[in-house]
Protein backbone atom coordinates (compact mmCIF):
# COMPACT_ATOMS: atom_id res chain seq x y z
CA UNK A 1 0.00 0.00 0.00
CA UNK A 2 1.22 3.51 -0.74
CA UNK A 3 1.75 6.30 1.93
CA UNK A 4 -1.23 6.91 4.31
CA UNK A 5 -1.94 9.90 3.14
CA UNK A 6 -5.40 11.03 4.89
CA UNK A 7 -3.48 10.00 8.65
CA UNK A 8 -0.52 12.00 7.68
CA UNK A 9 -2.51 15.16 7.36
CA UNK A 10 -3.97 14.57 10.43
CA UNK A 11 -0.75 14.52 12.07
CA UNK A 12 1.04 17.00 10.33
CA UNK A 13 -1.89 19.49 10.97
CA UNK A 14 -1.73 18.17 14.87
CA UNK A 15 1.80 19.03 15.11
CA UNK A 16 0.71 22.48 13.92
CA UNK A 17 -1.83 22.88 16.49
CA UNK A 18 0.33 21.55 19.05
CA UNK A 19 3.38 24.04 17.58
CA UNK A 20 1.13 27.01 17.70
CA UNK A 21 -0.38 26.43 20.87
CA UNK A 22 2.98 25.66 22.82
CA UNK A 23 4.04 29.26 21.09
CA UNK A 24 0.83 30.90 22.45
CA UNK A 25 1.19 29.20 26.02
CA UNK A 26 4.62 30.53 26.53
CA UNK A 27 3.92 34.16 25.49
CA UNK A 28 0.79 34.11 28.10
CA UNK A 29 3.51 32.51 30.66
CA UNK A 30 5.59 35.29 29.29
CA UNK A 31 3.46 38.19 29.66
CA UNK A 32 2.33 36.95 33.30
CA UNK A 33 5.55 36.69 34.40
CA UNK A 34 5.99 40.48 32.96
CA UNK A 35 2.79 41.41 34.53
CA UNK A 36 3.42 40.41 38.05
CA UNK A 37 7.23 41.88 37.75
CA UNK A 38 6.05 44.76 36.80
CA UNK A 39 3.05 45.32 40.10
CA UNK A 40 5.97 43.80 42.24
CA UNK A 41 8.33 46.49 40.89
CA UNK A 42 6.08 49.11 41.20
CA UNK A 43 4.79 48.71 45.01
CA UNK A 44 8.58 48.26 45.93
CA UNK A 45 9.85 51.28 44.30
CA UNK A 46 7.35 53.26 45.66
CA UNK A 47 7.86 51.51 49.60
CA UNK A 48 11.89 52.27 48.75
CA UNK A 49 10.63 55.98 47.89
CA UNK A 50 8.38 56.57 50.92
CA UNK A 51 11.54 54.88 53.71
CA UNK A 52 14.53 57.31 51.53
CA UNK A 53 11.92 60.60 51.77
CA UNK A 54 11.27 59.55 55.78
CA UNK A 55 14.24 58.53 56.42
CA UNK A 56 17.46 59.75 54.16
CA UNK A 57 20.32 58.58 55.88
CA UNK A 58 19.64 55.10 55.71
CA UNK A 59 21.63 53.14 53.20
CA UNK A 60 20.41 51.91 49.92
CA UNK A 61 22.11 48.85 49.94
CA UNK A 62 20.21 47.92 53.24
CA UNK A 63 16.94 47.98 51.73
CA UNK A 64 18.20 46.20 48.44
CA UNK A 65 19.58 43.37 51.59
CA UNK A 66 16.88 43.63 53.08
CA UNK A 67 15.17 42.79 49.87
CA UNK A 68 16.99 39.86 49.22
CA UNK A 69 17.62 38.61 52.22
CA UNK A 70 15.88 34.71 52.24
CA UNK A 71 15.65 34.01 55.82
CA UNK A 72 12.03 33.79 56.81
CA UNK A 73 10.34 36.98 57.79
CA UNK A 74 7.16 37.38 59.84
CA UNK A 75 4.05 37.54 58.44
CA UNK A 76 1.77 38.02 61.23
CA UNK A 77 1.82 42.03 60.08
CA UNK A 78 0.23 41.25 56.78
CA UNK A 79 -2.16 39.17 58.76
CA UNK A 80 -3.46 42.13 60.83
CA UNK A 81 -4.60 43.60 57.77
CA UNK A 82 -6.29 40.43 56.23
CA UNK A 83 -3.42 38.90 53.76
CA UNK A 84 -2.60 35.65 54.11
CA UNK A 85 0.61 35.42 52.19
CA UNK A 86 0.93 32.22 51.92
CA UNK A 87 -2.12 32.15 50.25
CA UNK A 88 -2.65 35.57 48.72
CA UNK A 89 -0.19 37.77 47.11
CA UNK A 90 1.08 41.13 49.41
CA UNK A 91 -0.26 42.85 46.01
CA UNK A 92 -3.58 42.40 45.95
CA UNK A 93 -3.37 43.73 41.70
CA UNK A 94 -2.17 40.22 41.53
CA UNK A 95 -4.46 38.18 42.20
CA UNK A 96 -7.13 39.57 40.14
CA UNK A 97 -4.44 39.38 37.07
CA UNK A 98 -3.69 35.53 38.35
CA UNK A 99 -7.81 34.77 37.65
CA UNK A 100 -7.08 36.05 34.67
CA UNK A 101 -4.42 34.40 33.60
CA UNK A 102 -5.99 30.99 34.60
CA UNK A 103 -9.38 31.55 32.89
CA UNK A 104 -7.13 32.39 29.70
CA UNK A 105 -4.44 29.25 30.31
CA UNK A 106 -7.72 27.36 30.77
CA UNK A 107 -9.82 28.46 27.81
CA UNK A 108 -6.17 27.80 25.37
CA UNK A 109 -6.11 24.57 26.43
CA UNK A 110 -9.73 23.59 25.91
CA UNK A 111 -9.17 24.81 22.46
CA UNK A 112 -6.23 22.62 21.97
CA UNK A 113 -8.01 19.86 22.91
CA UNK A 114 -10.97 20.64 20.69
CA UNK A 115 -9.11 21.60 17.98
CA UNK A 116 -7.22 18.26 18.28
CA UNK A 117 -10.39 16.38 18.47
CA UNK A 118 -12.27 17.71 15.81
CA UNK A 119 -8.66 17.02 13.34
CA UNK A 120 -8.59 13.53 14.11
CA UNK A 121 -12.92 12.97 14.00
CA UNK A 122 -12.43 15.20 10.55
CA UNK A 123 -10.50 12.36 9.48
CA UNK A 124 -12.32 9.64 11.13
CA UNK A 125 -15.59 10.98 9.32
CA UNK A 126 -13.48 10.78 5.77
CA UNK A 127 -12.11 7.41 6.49
CA UNK A 128 -15.89 5.99 7.45
CA UNK A 129 -17.51 7.97 4.42
CA UNK A 130 -14.82 6.45 2.48
CA UNK A 131 -15.06 2.75 3.86
CA UNK A 132 -19.10 3.41 3.27
CA UNK A 133 -19.11 4.67 -0.12
CA UNK A 134 -16.67 0.97 -0.91
CA UNK A 135 -19.09 -0.98 0.64
CA UNK A 136 -22.22 0.46 -1.54
CA UNK A 137 -19.95 -0.24 -4.52
CA UNK A 138 -19.17 -3.94 -3.35
CA UNK A 139 -22.93 -4.55 -2.95
CA UNK A 140 -23.61 -3.31 -6.31
CA UNK A 141 -20.89 -5.45 -8.43
CA UNK A 142 -21.90 -8.22 -6.17
CA UNK A 143 -25.76 -7.19 -8.34
CA UNK A 144 -23.29 -7.96 -11.03
CA UNK A 145 -23.93 -3.80 -12.15
CA UNK A 146 -20.71 -3.18 -13.47
CA UNK A 147 -21.27 0.46 -14.27
CA UNK A 148 -19.09 2.15 -11.68
CA UNK A 149 -16.80 4.64 -11.51
CA UNK A 150 -14.80 5.38 -8.83
CA UNK A 151 -11.32 6.25 -9.86
CA UNK A 152 -9.87 8.37 -6.94
CA UNK A 153 -7.32 10.99 -7.68
CA UNK A 154 -5.87 10.88 -4.55
CA UNK A 155 -2.99 8.62 -2.75
CA UNK A 156 -4.73 7.76 0.76
CA UNK A 157 -4.92 3.68 1.29
CA UNK A 158 -8.79 3.88 1.13
CA UNK A 159 -8.45 5.88 -2.32
CA UNK A 160 -5.72 3.29 -3.77
CA UNK A 161 -8.21 0.36 -2.21
CA UNK A 162 -10.96 2.18 -4.37
CA UNK A 163 -8.69 2.64 -7.55
CA UNK A 164 -7.96 -1.34 -7.17
CA UNK A 165 -11.27 -2.15 -6.91
CA UNK A 166 -12.43 0.09 -10.01
CA UNK A 167 -9.68 -1.99 -11.83
CA UNK A 168 -11.42 -5.48 -10.46
CA UNK A 169 -14.42 -3.88 -11.52
CA UNK A 170 -13.53 -3.41 -15.19
CA UNK A 171 -12.02 -6.87 -15.15
CA UNK A 172 -15.10 -8.78 -13.87
CA UNK A 173 -17.17 -6.23 -16.50
CA UNK A 174 -14.72 -7.73 -19.20
CA UNK A 175 -15.17 -11.26 -18.15
CA UNK A 176 -18.66 -10.91 -18.11
CA UNK A 177 -19.06 -9.84 -21.87
CA UNK A 178 -16.48 -12.01 -22.49
CA UNK A 179 -18.16 -14.62 -21.32
CA UNK A 180 -21.26 -13.56 -22.66
CA UNK A 181 -19.54 -13.51 -26.15
CA UNK A 182 -18.49 -16.59 -25.60
CA UNK A 183 -21.68 -17.96 -25.28
CA UNK A 184 -22.51 -16.58 -28.45
CA UNK A 185 -19.91 -18.02 -30.28
CA UNK A 186 -20.22 -21.08 -29.10
CA UNK A 187 -24.28 -21.24 -30.30
CA UNK A 188 -22.86 -20.19 -33.77
CA UNK A 189 -20.21 -22.28 -33.74
CA UNK A 190 -22.66 -24.96 -32.31
CA UNK A 191 -25.15 -24.28 -34.94
CA UNK A 192 -22.51 -24.06 -37.91
CA UNK A 193 -21.13 -27.40 -37.00
CA UNK A 194 -24.79 -28.84 -36.58
CA UNK A 195 -24.97 -27.24 -40.28
CA UNK A 196 -22.22 -28.48 -41.71
CA UNK A 197 -22.55 -32.34 -40.51
CA UNK A 198 -26.20 -32.45 -40.91
CA UNK A 199 -25.61 -32.60 -45.03
CA UNK A 200 -22.80 -34.96 -45.20
CA UNK A 201 -24.25 -37.58 -42.57
CA UNK A 202 -27.39 -37.65 -44.47
CA UNK A 203 -25.79 -38.31 -47.83
CA UNK A 204 -24.18 -40.98 -45.20
CA UNK A 205 -27.87 -42.72 -44.75
CA UNK A 206 -29.00 -42.26 -47.81
CA UNK A 207 -26.22 -44.09 -50.06
CA UNK A 208 -26.06 -46.74 -47.15
CA UNK A 209 -29.78 -47.01 -47.05
CA UNK A 210 -29.40 -47.52 -50.97
CA UNK A 211 -26.75 -50.13 -50.29
CA UNK A 212 -28.79 -51.91 -48.06
CA UNK A 213 -32.04 -51.94 -49.40
CA UNK A 214 -31.15 -53.00 -52.87
CA UNK A 215 -29.30 -56.15 -52.52
CA UNK A 216 -29.03 -56.79 -56.55
CA UNK A 217 -27.30 -53.31 -56.64
CA UNK A 218 -24.74 -52.78 -59.37
CA UNK A 219 -21.76 -53.38 -58.15
CA UNK A 220 -19.65 -50.56 -59.99
CA UNK A 221 -22.48 -48.29 -58.30
CA UNK A 222 -22.07 -50.35 -54.92
CA UNK A 223 -18.25 -48.89 -55.50
CA UNK A 224 -19.17 -45.50 -56.29
CA UNK A 225 -21.37 -45.26 -53.24
CA UNK A 226 -18.41 -46.94 -50.98
CA UNK A 227 -16.14 -43.95 -52.68
CA UNK A 228 -18.82 -41.36 -51.54
CA UNK A 229 -19.30 -42.87 -48.06
CA UNK A 230 -15.39 -42.55 -47.79
CA UNK A 231 -14.87 -39.20 -48.90
CA UNK A 232 -17.84 -37.85 -47.13
CA UNK A 233 -16.31 -39.38 -43.76
CA UNK A 234 -12.94 -37.80 -44.50
CA UNK A 235 -14.79 -34.72 -44.55
CA UNK A 236 -16.50 -34.85 -41.03
CA UNK A 237 -12.65 -36.50 -39.88
CA UNK A 238 -11.04 -33.21 -41.37
CA UNK A 239 -14.02 -30.71 -39.94
CA UNK A 240 -13.83 -32.57 -36.58
CA UNK A 241 -9.98 -32.25 -36.08
CA UNK A 242 -10.25 -28.25 -37.78
CA UNK A 243 -12.97 -27.78 -34.54
CA UNK A 244 -10.60 -29.18 -32.11
CA UNK A 245 -7.34 -27.18 -33.51
CA UNK A 246 -9.06 -23.86 -33.86
CA UNK A 247 -11.20 -24.67 -30.50
CA UNK A 248 -7.55 -25.61 -28.63
CA UNK A 249 -5.93 -22.33 -29.89
CA UNK A 250 -9.02 -19.98 -28.89
CA UNK A 251 -8.29 -21.62 -25.61
CA UNK A 252 -4.69 -20.61 -25.81
CA UNK A 253 -4.12 -24.30 -24.24
CA UNK A 254 -1.99 -24.80 -27.37
CA UNK A 255 1.34 -25.06 -26.32
CA UNK A 256 3.51 -23.51 -29.47
CA UNK A 257 7.12 -25.01 -29.00
CA UNK A 258 8.65 -21.91 -30.81
CA UNK A 259 12.24 -21.77 -32.38
CA UNK A 260 14.03 -20.71 -35.04
CA UNK A 261 13.24 -22.39 -38.19
CA UNK A 262 14.34 -22.16 -41.95
CA UNK A 263 11.51 -20.47 -43.91
CA UNK A 264 12.29 -22.83 -46.86
CA UNK A 265 11.92 -26.08 -44.76
CA UNK A 266 8.46 -24.92 -43.40
CA UNK A 267 7.49 -24.59 -47.19
CA UNK A 268 8.56 -27.53 -48.79
CA UNK A 269 7.10 -29.77 -45.98
CA UNK A 270 3.68 -28.14 -47.08
CA UNK A 271 4.26 -28.76 -50.33
CA UNK A 272 4.77 -32.10 -49.49
CA UNK A 273 1.82 -32.34 -47.67
CA UNK A 274 -0.49 -31.42 -51.01
CA UNK A 275 1.53 -32.64 -53.57
CA UNK A 276 -1.00 -35.55 -54.04
CA UNK A 277 -3.80 -33.04 -54.81
CA UNK A 278 -1.62 -30.68 -56.84
CA UNK A 279 -0.45 -33.97 -58.83
CA UNK A 280 -4.08 -34.63 -59.21
CA UNK A 281 -4.56 -31.18 -60.59
CA UNK A 282 -1.71 -30.92 -62.15
CA UNK A 283 -0.60 -27.57 -60.79
CA UNK A 284 3.19 -27.27 -59.86
CA UNK A 285 4.38 -24.99 -56.86
CA UNK A 286 7.71 -22.81 -57.16
CA UNK A 287 9.49 -21.94 -54.16
CA UNK A 288 12.20 -19.06 -54.09
CA UNK A 289 13.92 -16.74 -51.60
CA UNK A 290 17.20 -16.99 -49.74
CA UNK A 291 18.03 -20.64 -48.14
CA UNK A 292 19.29 -18.87 -44.59
CA UNK A 293 16.06 -16.72 -43.71
CA UNK A 294 14.69 -18.24 -40.53
CA UNK A 295 11.39 -17.55 -38.71
CA UNK A 296 11.18 -17.80 -35.11
CA UNK A 297 7.25 -20.35 -34.87
CA UNK A 298 6.24 -23.84 -33.98
CA UNK A 299 7.38 -25.76 -37.39
CA UNK A 300 4.57 -27.97 -36.96
CA UNK A 301 1.72 -25.88 -36.73
CA UNK A 302 2.98 -23.46 -39.29
CA UNK A 303 2.83 -26.09 -41.84
CA UNK A 304 -0.33 -26.59 -40.84
CA UNK A 305 -1.01 -23.24 -41.42
CA UNK A 306 0.54 -22.88 -44.91
CA UNK A 307 -0.67 -26.21 -46.28
CA UNK A 308 -4.53 -24.99 -45.86
CA UNK A 309 -3.70 -21.77 -47.72
CA UNK A 310 -2.08 -24.25 -50.59
CA UNK A 311 -4.86 -26.09 -50.68
CA UNK A 312 -7.45 -23.26 -51.55
CA UNK A 313 -4.79 -21.54 -54.23
CA UNK A 314 -4.60 -25.24 -55.28
CA UNK A 315 -8.78 -25.89 -55.39
CA UNK A 316 -8.84 -22.01 -57.32
CA UNK A 317 -6.27 -23.09 -59.58
CA UNK A 318 -6.73 -24.28 -63.50
CA UNK A 319 -5.52 -27.83 -64.79
CA UNK A 320 -2.26 -27.26 -65.35
CA UNK A 321 -1.99 -24.17 -63.89
CA UNK A 322 1.34 -22.56 -61.40
CA UNK A 323 1.31 -21.55 -57.95
CA UNK A 324 3.95 -19.49 -57.05
CA UNK A 325 5.85 -18.94 -53.15
CA UNK A 326 8.60 -16.64 -52.69
CA UNK A 327 9.77 -14.84 -49.27
CA UNK A 328 12.36 -12.76 -48.06
CA UNK A 329 13.13 -11.05 -44.49
CA UNK A 330 14.33 -7.36 -43.69
CA UNK A 331 15.04 -5.73 -40.35
CA UNK A 332 11.46 -6.06 -39.06
CA UNK A 333 10.12 -8.99 -40.63
CA UNK A 334 10.09 -11.64 -42.85
CA UNK A 335 7.45 -12.23 -45.50
CA UNK A 336 5.82 -15.05 -47.72
CA UNK A 337 4.11 -14.34 -50.36
CA UNK A 338 1.81 -17.58 -51.90
CA UNK A 339 0.43 -16.63 -55.11
CA UNK A 340 -2.06 -18.51 -57.74
CA UNK A 341 -2.86 -17.60 -61.09
CA UNK A 342 -6.37 -19.16 -61.36
CA UNK A 343 -9.97 -17.56 -60.98
CA UNK A 344 -9.60 -15.10 -57.83
CA UNK A 345 -12.02 -14.21 -55.31
CA UNK A 346 -15.13 -12.22 -55.87
CA UNK A 347 -14.91 -8.88 -54.39
CA UNK A 348 -17.96 -9.63 -51.92
CA UNK A 349 -16.45 -12.78 -50.82
CA UNK A 350 -12.70 -11.35 -50.00
CA UNK A 351 -13.45 -9.66 -46.42
CA UNK A 352 -14.90 -13.11 -45.11
CA UNK A 353 -12.64 -15.42 -46.80
CA UNK A 354 -10.86 -16.30 -42.99
CA UNK A 355 -14.18 -16.46 -41.03
CA UNK A 356 -15.38 -19.74 -39.91
CA UNK A 357 -17.74 -21.86 -42.32
CA UNK A 358 -17.66 -19.16 -44.53
CA UNK A 359 -17.81 -20.58 -48.76
CA UNK A 360 -16.92 -18.44 -51.43
CA UNK A 361 -19.04 -18.45 -54.73
CA UNK A 362 -16.18 -20.48 -56.47
CA UNK A 363 -15.68 -22.83 -53.57
CA UNK A 364 -15.76 -26.92 -54.50
CA UNK A 365 -18.91 -28.72 -53.21
CA UNK A 366 -16.56 -30.56 -50.88
CA UNK A 367 -15.27 -27.44 -49.11
CA UNK A 368 -16.11 -26.80 -45.60
CA UNK A 369 -14.86 -23.30 -44.93
CA UNK A 370 -12.64 -23.87 -42.00
CA UNK A 371 -9.24 -24.08 -43.25
CA UNK A 372 -8.38 -20.23 -43.77
CA UNK A 373 -9.96 -19.40 -40.72
CA UNK A 374 -7.28 -22.29 -38.80
CA UNK A 375 -4.37 -20.59 -40.80
CA UNK A 376 -5.19 -17.25 -39.55
CA UNK A 377 -5.77 -18.32 -36.19
CA UNK A 378 -2.35 -20.13 -36.30
CA UNK A 379 -0.43 -17.87 -38.09
CA UNK A 380 -1.62 -14.50 -35.53
CA UNK A 381 -0.65 -17.03 -32.37
CA UNK A 382 2.74 -17.35 -33.56
CA UNK A 383 3.20 -13.28 -33.65
CA UNK A 384 2.67 -12.81 -37.71
CA UNK A 385 -0.11 -11.20 -39.55
CA UNK A 386 -1.86 -12.25 -43.02
CA UNK A 387 -3.78 -10.70 -45.77
CA UNK A 388 -5.17 -11.12 -48.87
CA UNK A 389 -5.74 -9.52 -52.30
CA UNK A 390 -7.32 -11.03 -55.71
CA UNK A 391 -8.75 -10.47 -59.20
CA UNK A 392 -10.87 -11.93 -60.87
CA UNK A 393 -9.83 -14.01 -63.67
CA UNK A 394 -6.30 -13.47 -62.41
CA UNK A 395 -5.60 -14.82 -59.52
CA UNK A 396 -5.13 -14.90 -55.70
CA UNK A 397 -2.10 -13.54 -53.25
CA UNK A 398 -1.59 -14.48 -49.58
CA UNK A 399 1.05 -12.29 -47.68
CA UNK A 400 2.24 -13.48 -44.40
CA UNK A 401 4.23 -11.39 -42.04
CA UNK A 402 6.47 -12.13 -39.33
CA UNK A 403 7.31 -9.83 -36.86
CA UNK A 404 11.43 -10.49 -36.01
Known amino acids: MKNKIELKKAIVLSIIVTFLFTILFLVILYKEYTVYTKNFNEKISGIFNEIIEKYPKIEKNELIAILNEASNRNYELFKEYGID ?41 KKDKKIEEITKYIEEINQKNYKLDIE ?18 VMLKEVAENSLKDKINIKNSLEDISHQLKTPITS ?20 DFIKDIKREINNIKFLVESIL ?18 IEEILLESVKKVSLLSELKKVSIEISGNNTDKIFCDFKWQVEAITNILKNCIEHSLENGKIK ?10 KIIIRDFGKGIDCHDLPHIFERFYKGKFSSSDSIGIG ?15 SVE ?3 GKGTVFTLKYLI
Open 390 to 392: SEL
Open 204 to 223: IIIMLDNILENKNMDEAIRK
Open 245 to 262: KLSKIDSNSVNFLKKEVK
Open 325 to 334: VSYEQNKVYS
Open 152 to 169: DNSEDELSILKNELYKTT
Open 372 to 386: LALSKSIIESNNGYI
Open 85 to 125: LQKASAVLINDTNFYKFVFLDVSLLLFFVISLYMIFLRYNY
